[in-house]
């Protein structure tokens, strides 16, 4: 498969996709599975980045209200070149007999001094169509109360 890594994203056949700080401790786990050729379907991670520019394309700090914040990503299209990333990375994925999971792989999520698994929701079945209204939901769920 070809690598098709990009600034916010990086398929699971990508060095970076297995480095935590980029993808969390779960992404990375896939990744390194994935390569490993254990059973884990394709997929890719979107790195923290991400998020960040989808706000600031936005206008919207991080210092915002987490509900101002939450609207943004519930509401907000993303701009063109991160909503091309995943959609040219997902493209490059070979059809599966099944829909997206978009789920939360938080970089810093299970250390000694913090735990945030659970915090994110995570959704199943999401088709190629709603991809990005699930990782705003995704995102949005970060802030949620």
Do not use: N
Request: proline share 8%; aromatic share 10%; hydrophobic share 45%.
């Amino acid at each position: 498969m070809t690598d098709h890594s990009g600034l916010y994203v990086q398929p699971f056949s990508a060095v970076g996709a297995t480095e935590v700080a980029y993808a969390g401790g779960k992404g990375a786990t896939l990744a390194r599975l994935f390569q490993a050729g254990l059973p884990v379907p394709p997929g890719c991670v979107l790195s923290p980045e991400a998020c960040t520019a989808f706000l600031a394309a936005q206008h919207v700090s991080l210092t915002s209200s987490p509900e101002d914040i939450r609207q943004v990503l519930r509401t907000a299209p993303p701009p063109a070149a991160l909503d091309r990333e995943p959609r040219t990375a997902l493209a490059a994925v070979p059809v599966a007999p099944h829909d997206w999971a978009v789920r939360s792989s938080a970089v810093s999520e299970d250390h000694a001094t913090t735990s945030y698994a659970g915090v994110y929701e995570s959704f199943l079945e999401i088709s190629h169509e709603d991809l990005w209204a699930y990782i705003r939901a995704c995102w949005a769920s970060w802030w949620s109360e």
